[in-house]
């Protein structure tokens, strides 16, 4: 990219012509060649979620030793290419070091596209355990605390962990993440939607459980660290360290003013009605048998989103080093690490990113749309 708004592998927004330069196709695989000129580019490319590399690269101290394998939440095209092209443009690139990454990540088995990760948005009573078989401590429960549970797997030296449960459990506390998971909603069909009150578990999860590479079922403790060690490829969990640790939990369960505090949290929810209609499983022992078999699922490390990104003025002009803008260029969205280059900070509100992408996206079109009339 060349400045004053010229640009060599766009991304986003071109508003209006005058200056020239010569560019590439921006997909991987060139086309050929063609130049692209405007007064003002505005780069809406996303984050770095689809590469890899990328963020192991940026991977914090604070969040331990880069997960050598992860599953793609993001789609490739999520790849951070312009950011590096904004970068060599002279755009300054902040905050790096900020991303949210979910724990609790499948291998879908039916990819939309490469290493397609799909996140389990799981209800809170799933028995988490690391690689090596011990419980994650409070307040790492399903659902809890995304980057916190991030920094505790991180330390344990392994990059997967998890979730052991029942298939009471699955059928009312399994979501999945992602339009094509939920097409009661994407349908907008009340009707379907309904469907979630009645027993068994949802399509796509019975899909998950029955297809999906990281799943063990099981009637027996035994035989579930069994398979976990199978899919695993390794023999890091022993059957009775695992038992004991259900068993405790289960104990918990009898007690009506347990200290477990995730039994609390469990019974803490069930006090919403429609957690407890459509969210939150009755409790109970997770080696009861009416309430089999047991399920064990393999939890990978799912890039998701990046936090920092191209640093922009209140204007979204993306700024370069010396803090003066740089000529013509604006980003929003993702690449501007949802406005400004990381307003989210080291941490995030679950669910808030498209607001930062559209109110970026709103100042940025009409920045530039000012500065060309
Ligand atoms: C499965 C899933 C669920 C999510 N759920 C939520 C949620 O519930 N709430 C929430 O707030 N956020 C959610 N997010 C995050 C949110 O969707 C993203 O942060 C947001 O879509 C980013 O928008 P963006 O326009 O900045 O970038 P993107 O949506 O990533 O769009 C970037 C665009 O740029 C194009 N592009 C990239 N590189 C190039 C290039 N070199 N040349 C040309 N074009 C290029 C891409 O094709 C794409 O169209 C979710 C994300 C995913 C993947």
Redesign the pocket.
Known sequence: MKTGGTVT????AVLADSSVARGQT??REATGEFTLSAQAVIV????IGGDHDLVRKAWPARLGTPPKRMVA???A???G??LGITEAAGGQIINPDRMWHYTEGLQNWDPVWPNHGI?ILPGPSSLWLDATGKRLPAPCYPGFDTLGTLKHLMATGHDYSWFVLTQKIIEKEFAL??SEQNPDLTNRSVRQVLQRVRPGAPAPVEAFKQKGADFVVAPTVEELVAGMNTLAGSSLLSAPAVKAVIESRDRQLTNPFAKDAQITAIRGARAYRGDKLIRVATPHRLLDPKAGPLIAVRLNILT??TLGGLHTDLSARVLQSDGSPLPGVYA????AG?GGGGMHGYNSLE?????G?LFS?RVAGRAAAAAIA
């Not at 669910?351 to 607001?355: E, Q, V, Y």
């Open positions: 592998g766009v991304s986003g921006s997909s809406t490319s996303g984050g939440g993001v789609p095209h999520v790849d290419r312009m996140r993440s992602g998701r989103k929003a969205g993702e690449a949802f669910g808030t990113f498209l607001g992408c996206g």
